[in-house]
């Protein structure tokens, strides 16, 4: 029964009445955030068929990136930049959230130290450090606010929006020489990320897709994911807290870990610097390379469909890094 | 009388639980581990166990707690002391959580949970080593209770929050030196493999002489806690500890000292003098207590080289949590375990590959040293170094005058309530409006 609905989220398949379904059209836009004047920008990412995972003669490939698998995915929109913290702290930080909900939600609690490590904060600035949980509850705080479904890409989702039809190892051939253009790395970022949209956005309009900071997907890591993968939609549902999968590299890896098939699995060191206990849900004291985008899947769920997917993949993980 | 919740320890009243625990730290301290500790056997010794008790039960406390008993030595838990019972219980939760592959290392009856102000007393005679995190106000009793009773040491940084206070743990520092007791104070830099990475190539000349130092502690707000209508006015300045220098020390204090205490390392010697400046621009309600949201000191040493110190409680604005040492050949940028020349070239890269878990390894090695009956850690001299540079730099951001390391720390000035319980007055009390008074640069003055 829960299988069945959350299999129904993800791919979009509804029968039935969708109570919070928008019949939006589809095309890129702007998710205002009610109450302030930030706004999120969504593009379209239209279905399609893709090879998950890198040949075998790709340089730097990992074995975990393998066997590629020819998969399915229905069409959803993506945030063209990775979430910033003028988006992030609406949710965040309370005294920014003008209009705050009723029902007085969950916000995560300060950092011990500001994790944002003087690379920047305020004016575009990638949200990081925070856990997948604090990642996954913005999405639930975004919904509660716009009514809109919000979530984390899937891995499969992630690579086929990064690689926007292309084979190769970057979206733009095989060789690194372009990087630069396209993606902070260890190569030209001076080990700290940069304000997103800085650079050139692949061909489906989507930017620091590679690089910058890395970003979560949805997905239980599983070095033999891709074999396990169903055809279509392919999604590897959390079990545990850790590791989870992480996608795109980060401002200081080197260019072979910023391909559109890297993987990186989520490590509790991490968080080795939380000197509290309980540490931290909401952030990781060692990981400032880490942030997230969202998807929107054009069918909506249910309410009822919205709520059993945060019941599954967030209550049951409260602290998922 | 202490309040109500406070008076009760399961189901006994306060006084009996106060009788009843005095007895048993007497018998105790009869008992046979002062004798083995003073003839150089490091533990209790039954079954090689190391038997630990935990003085102070918030989230770093119990951190502490949990890094000890993760530790690869047989160690327990066996006492657990804090002034309030939520505390204590929310702490144990915790470690029990953290624990749940190691259950036998957490021995803690009702009967060796002991709540309020002198329950530390009992919990570190039931001990081999103990963890003093409460907050910093009460560190030098503390400190000096656990050197008397002959036990090993991990306490957190800052080691005190006034002269006063500074004097006491110098006196049982030495004590604890001609016990042989292990003292490891949590300024975890020093167990940080990249921060020993960078020292050592300091001290190989990588960066020739030290001209300058500058350290950061820029972050945004922290945590409060609000006042409820049934607390005394004791127990809310417990509570919301942060916000009041008896307690805390200002935050130059209770977090700068990382900072400061990294310069005063590499420098190899204590700032001379200090002179600063600082204020509330941002935080200024009563919530906020006394203590200043910002401060910017300029410390010297005794060669002239200065250090230049900030701190800032801001949310939103530019945040950097850091130490950079500058020398004639080149800089040290400490977070990110990275040593430049003059023009930019990196010389030394600290290895991200290699294990750097300083809260985790600090435990580790205090406690193989009490295993192996070695005395290896006096961390209290630079504990004391650190807290006491700190100190004066909030002296001379408050005073807004040039303030003496040497005469501060013999001042004598004392923060300390004249007596520690529930019903007592706190050292600082709240005007109509709620607000506490605070230091006035100009105004505020520490030496006539």
């Known amino acids: ?321 | 009388m202490e309040k109500e919740k406070a008076q009760t320890f399961h189901g006994q009243s306060r006084r009996d639980f106060v009788k009843q625990s005095s007895l048993l730290a007497g018998g105790l301290l009869a008992a046979p581990i002062i004798a083995e500790a003073s003839q150089g056997n490091y533990f209790s010794g039954a079954a090689g166990v190391i038997k630990v008790a935990l003085v102070g039960c918030g989230g770093r406390g119990t951190g502490a707690a949990v890094q000890a008993l993760k530790t690869k030595e047989n160690v327990q838990l066996v006492a657990m002391a804090d002034a309030f019972r939520d505390n204590l219980d929310k702490s144990f939760q915790g470690i029990t959580d953290e624990l749940k592959d190691k259950p036998e290392r957490i021995k803690v009856p009702e009967s060796n949970k002991f709540v309020g102000f002198d329950g530390y007393k009992q919990a570190i005679a039931l001990a081999d080593v103990v963890i003093l995190t409460t907050p910093p106000g009460f560190r030098p009793i503390h400190f000096e209770e656990a050197v008397n009773q002959g036990k090993h040491i991990f306490m957190e940084k800052p080691v005190a929050t006034d002269p006063a206070g500074i004097a006491k743990v110098l006196a049982a520092a030495e004590v604890a030196k001609s016990k042989k007791l292990n003292v490891v104070v949590g300024l975890q830099r020093h167990y940080q493999t990249s921060y020993l990475e960078l020292y050592k190539r300091l001290q190989d000349g990588i960066i020739g002489d030290i001209t300058s130092i500058q350290v950061w502690w820029n972050q945004g707000a922290l945590w409060v806690r609000p006042r409820k209508p049934e607390y005394t006015e004791m127990e809310y300045q417990m509570r919301n500890w942060y916000y009041f220098n008896w307690l805390c020390g200002d935050h130059i204090v209770e977090q700068h000292i990382h900072n400061i205490d990294v310069g005063n390392w590499f420098m190899g010697e204590t700032p001379v003098t200090a002179v600063g400046m600082g204020g509330r621009a941002i935080r200024t309600g009563p919530e906020a207590g006394e203590i200043y949201d910002h401060h910017f000191v300029e410390y010297r040493y005794k060669n002239g080289v200065v250090m230049n110190a900030q701190c800032r409680h801001w949310k939103d604005s530019v945040s950097r949590v850091d130490e950079e040492i500058v020398g004639t050949k080149g800089r040290i940028i400490c977070d990110r375990g990275v040593i430049l020349d003059h023009k930019g070239k990196t010389l030394y890269q600290f290895d991200k590959k290699l294990t750097n878990r300083p809260y985790q390894a600090e435990h580790d090695e205090l406690f193989d040293a009490v295993a192996k009956g070695q005395f290896k850690y006096q961390d209290a001299k630079r504990g004391v170094e650190a807290t006491m540079s700190a100190i004066i730099g909030r002296m001379a951001t408050y005073s807004g005058q040039s303030i003496a390391y040497d005469k501060a720390i013999t001042s004598g000035i004392n923060l300390q309530p004249a007596k520690y319980a529930f019903d007592a007055p706190p050292p600082v009390l709240p005007d109509a409006n709620g607000n506490y008074a605070y230091a006035k640069p100009g105004i505020t003055k520490y030496f006539s």
């Open chain 1, 1 to 321: 029964m829960i299988k069945k609905t959350v299999t129904l989220v993800l791919g979009g398949i509804m029968a039935g009445t969708a109570a919070y379904s928008q019949a939006a059209p589809f095309e890129a836009y702007e998710q205002k955030i009610q109450g302030t004047d930030v706004t999120i920008k969504m593009v379209p990412i239209k279905g399609g068929e893709f090879l998950l995972g890198s040949p075998a003669g790709e340089k730097g490939r990992k074995a975990d990136e393998g066997p590629q698998k020819k998969v399915t995915i229905d069409p959803f929109w993506m945030g063209a930049y990775e979430v910033t913290f003028d988006q992030y702290d609406l949710y965040a930080d309370k005294d920014k959230d003008q209009a705050p909900l009723p029902d007085g939600m969950t916000r995560p609690s300060p950092p011990y130290i500001d994790l944002t490590l003087g690379m920047g904060k305020s004016g575009g600035y990638p949200a990081n450090s925070m856990s997948q949980y604090g990642a996954l509850m913005y999405c639930r705080w975004l919904y509660a606010k716009t009514g809109v479904f919000y979530r984390l890409p899937t891995e499969a989702e992630w690579e086929y929006a990064c690689r926007a039809g292309a084979k190769t190892a970057y979206p733009f051939g095989n060789s690194d020489a372009q990087l630069k253009d396209y993606a902070w790395t260890a190569g030209n970022s001076g080990a700290v990320y940069h304000k997103v949209g800085e650079l050139k956005p692949n061909a489906w309009g989507l930017y620091d897709m590679l690089g910058n900071v890395a970003e979560w997907t949805l997905d239980q890591y599983d070095e033999k994911a891709y074999a396990k993968a169903a055809a279509a939609n392919p999604w590897n549902k959390p079990t545990g807290k850790t590791p989870r999968t992480v996608k795109g590299g980060n401002y200081d890896d080197t260019a072979e870990n910023a391909r559109c098939a890297s993987r990186l699995q989520s490590d509790e060191a991490w968080n080795d610097r939380d000197p509290q206990i309980p540490k931290s849900k909401w952030w990781n004291a060692d990981a400032p390379f880490v942030g997230f985008r969202l998807v929107r899947p054009v069918k909506q769920p249910t309410k009822a469909e919205a709520e059993q997917f945060f019941a599954d993949v967030v209550d049951k993980f409260v602290g998922a890094r």
